[in-house]
Each structure stands twice: as C-alpha cells, then as structure tokens.
Nanobody
Framework: VQLQASGGGLVQAGGSLRLSCGAS????????VGWFRRAPGKEREFVAD????????FYADSVKGRFTISRDNARNTVYLQMNSLEPEDTAVYYC????????????????WGQGTQVTVSS
C-alpha cells in the first residue's frame, strides 16, 4: 500500500489542523494506521493509531484530549484532527500502516508516507 500524508502547515498556538493520510494500492481496510512525528533533534514519536475498522484508537499521553484519529475506508483515508495546538507539537508528521500491528512501535509498521510539516508558532 502507498501512503500520502497531507494537511500540514503553519498555525498559531491554540489553533487547529487536520492531517490526512491517503492510501492506494491495496484494500485499505485491511490495515491498521498510526501517526508518528519527528521534531528537530528528537526521536520519532508515536502520536495515535487506529484499527482496521476504526473501532479501536489509542493516543500518546501528550496529545490525548487534543487530537482525534479517525478513518473513512470508503475514501481510503485516515485523518488526524489536531486541536489546541502547542509549539511543542511542531514536527514532521508521518502516517504508517500495517496489516497485523497496531501500536506505538514504529519498527513494526511496514508502510510509511513521506511526512507533512506542522509548525506551531507561539
């Protein structure tokens, strides 16, 4: 499956953005999807994930209550709604997919998108 992340941009603190992860190539509903981010000088960090059907989601503590992950399998797309953004959320955001794994370990995802930059100004 091929993944394409989009929707990043520059936003002021307290603002919102919605990221999209579009998929092509295989039956998208077979795949669990995760969002990760990498800030300058930091390790890649888990943000959220969602199961194949969308019935199960999981969030990093740092984004819980502010970010919402969802999916529309008919549109082959997973979304990350980001509200109450903080400067600490500034990073390149990546989506990843795997048929069997759903969780916080990036090494267990087989497919990755190219990343989209999110910059939050104070």
């Amino acid at each position: 499956v091929q993944l394409q992340a989009s929707g990043g941009g520059l936003v002021q603190a307290g603002g919102s953005l919605r990221l999209s992860c579009g998929a092509s190539g295989r039956t998208f509903s077979w795949y669990n999807v995760g969002w990760f981010r990498r800030a300058p000088g930091k390790e890649r960090e888990f943000v959220a994930d969602i199961s194949q059907s969308g019935g199960s989601t999981f969030y990093a503590d740092s984004v819980k209550g502010r970010f919402t992950i969802s999916r529309d399998n008919a549109r082959n797309t997973v979304y990350l709604q980001m509200n109450s953004l903080e400067p600490e959320d500034t990073a390149v955001y990546y989506c990843a997919a795997d048929r069997y794994y759903s969780g916080y370990d990036p090494h267990r995802y087989d497919y990755w998108g190219q990343g989209t930059q999110v910059t939050v100004s104070s």
